[in-house]
């Protein structure tokens, strides 16, 4: 691969866990489906993959939402911050 990353890594240690964040595709966050992998962006793609059960998600960051792509059911997930709230209910419909 000639593709490299050609920022400098910054190594930010232990500010993700308290400070809320917005969803976005340079964030990493835990993923909603087995809440032990980190799902980050996949490059070119609008979508994000967690790094431990494989799990593929499409991402709308106009409603901070993400919705498993690959599973049996269209589970989605509304992003509040800090944590996943499970919108696969009617209410959110
Ligand atoms: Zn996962």
Redesign the pocket.
């Known amino acids: 691969m000639a593709e490299s990353h050609s920022h400098a890594d910054d190594k930010s240690t232990r500010s993700l866990s308290e400070e809320k964040s917005s969803l976005s595709y340079h964030g990493v966050y835990t ?9 980050s962006a996949l490059p070119l793609m609008d979508a994000f993959a ?6 593929i998600f499409t991402a709308d960051l106009d409603k901070q939402r993400v919705q498993v792509v690959d599973g049996s059911q269209p589970l989605s997930w509304r992003w509040t911050g800090k944590t996943w709230k499970a919108t696969h209910r009617r209410e959110d419909l």
Do not use: A, L, S, T
């Open positions: 993923c909603p489906v087995c809440r032990h992998g980190q799902i967690c790094n431990f059960c494989r799990h």
